[in-house]
């Protein structure tokens, strides 16, 4: 699987070492875990998918720009694939998910790994964590029509916030904060995600 994500583009060996060294069966029920090294995004209940491997990498990738990130933030955690990816390549994650069911999927798939530097929130993330701000890295693993500005506030100056942007066509959208009060933007590439959704359930 690593193999495959790194003939399509991902060269961050850091990012590669960490896919390579988290067991994404551990995450899918036992049904679908014969098809969990499969690039392919799956279900995992309540109409929610967990993230297909290549776009796991290459957002972390882009988000990590190959710098060392201290503080992360990852909005829509899901089973909690990509927070113990992230756990790898950050000092500490956050991560929040607005359906309860999950939150609670995410605390058993990780418990057993006993991975320290990961806290799971249940919220709605388009509110970010500001009491946690600022960060050097947010990602989002759901496509909203624009990027919240309440979460582009909370980005460290430097930092970078990578994100699926639109409706039924997405396109992953890189936002660098360069000061106070200025952001640039910049698209990567189309991808495909579900929706960013307001408030909790
Ligand atoms: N990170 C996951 C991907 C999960 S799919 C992985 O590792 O595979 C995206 C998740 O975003 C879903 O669980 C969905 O419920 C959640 N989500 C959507 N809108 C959200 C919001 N406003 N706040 C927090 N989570 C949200």
Known sequence: MVARVAQQGVRDDTVLAALGAVPRHLFLESGLASQAYIDASLPIGYHQTISQPYIVARM????????????????????????????????????????????????????????????????????????????????????????????????RIGGRLIAPVGGKNQVLQLIERVSNHDWTSTVMEQCHFVPLRQGVI
């Not at 992360?72 to 992230?86: M, R, S």
């Not at 956050?94 to 991975?115: C, G, T, V, W």
């Open 60 to 155: 972390i990738e882009i988000m990590r720009n190959a710098s060392s990130l201290n503080r992360v933030l990852e909005i829509g955690t899901g089973c909690g694939y990509q927070a113990a990816v992230l756990s790898l390549v950050a000092k500490e994650v956050y991560s929040i998910e607005r359906i309860k069911a999950l939150h609670d999927l995410a605390k058993n798939n990780l418990r057993p790994m006993r991975i320290a530097n990961i806290r799971l929130h249940y919220g709605d993330g388009m509110l970010g964590l500001p009491q946690l701000a600022p960060f050097d890295g947010i990602i989002l693993a759901a496509a909203g029509m624009e990027v919240p500005q309440t979460l582009l506030q909370q980005l």
